[in-house]
């Protein structure tokens, strides 16, 4: 049982560059969300999934895009990097809206 | 939607003393109340919820209260050590219009000094 997966855990990229974050779970957690965490922040939703083919927009939804095509992965897709996305983006999983939520690693993303 | 506030932002204790945080929120449809705990460089850990049906839960040195009524809970510390020093936060969640969604406090950086 592994938990929440987070790839890569370390990501340099260029502004203007696409890239995808992956996230996957292995307790078949029906919710998954995604945060990021700049210093000073705390904790911004960007989107989240309360099952396969359901999505919403969090906070700070702008310039990322996510799907859920199967319980297990909710990958976090950046269409053009801006240095305003330099942040830790952590993905997160819960069974359902009365337990705990269990966070991964977390993504360290600098956009130069 | 649901509305966490987190106070204090910053919060410095002697080792051996308590430290408390408290947190309101806004939604009486909150039903469910994590607190987490971030080591820096870390992930944010679980390190006790409480639910609306209970007032109070104690594990070791951490407990945690409820009062629905003001619509706020508190995370409570003894005897502080060291390895406490991290940012915690407070969450709310409930089964309603915003299911799935855990509101999240802005966090606390406690410090415990030796």
């Known amino acids: 049982n592994a938990g929440v997966t987070q790839t890569p855990k370390f990501q340099v990229l260029k502004t203007g560059q696409s890239m995808t974050l992956q996230c996957a779970q292995d307790m078949n957690h029906e919710y998954m969300s995604w945060y990021r965490q700049d210093p000073g922040m705390g904790l911004r939703l960007i989107h989240y999934?309360?099952?396969?083919?359901?999505?919403d927009q969090g906070e700070v939804p702008n310039g990322y895009n996510v799907s859920r095509s199967t319980t297990e992965d909710f990958p976090l897709r950046l269409l053009s990097a801006a240095p305003s996305q330099t942040s830790v983006y952590f993905c997160a999983s819960r069974y359902n809206s009365n337990q705990p939520q269990h966070f991964g690693d977390g993504t360290r993303l600098s956009i130069l | 939607g649901e509305n966490v506030e987190q106070h204090p932002s910053t919060l410095s204790v002697q080792e051996g003393d308590s430290a408390v945080i408290k947190c309101t929120y806004s939604?009486?449809?909150?039903?469910?109340f994590p607190w987490y705990k971030q080591e820096l460089g870390k992930r944010p850990q679980l390190i006790i919820d409480?639910?609306?049906?209970?007032g109070e839960k104690k594990d070791q040195r951490i407990a945690v209260t409820l009062n629905k009524t003001a619509k706020h809970f508190s995370l409570h510390i003894t005897e502080t050590q060291p390895e406490d020093s991290a940012v915690y936060f407070c969450?709310?969640?409930?089964?309603?219009?915003?299911?799935?969604?855990?509101?999240f406090g802005r966090g606390t950086q406690l410090t415990v000094w030796p």
């Open positions: 999934s309360v099952g396969a083919g359901i999505t």
């Open positions: 939604d009486s449809a909150s039903n469910y």
């Open positions: 969450a709310a969640s409930n089964r309603g219009s915003t299911l799935g969604r855990l509101y």
């Open positions: 409480i639910r609306s049906n209970v």
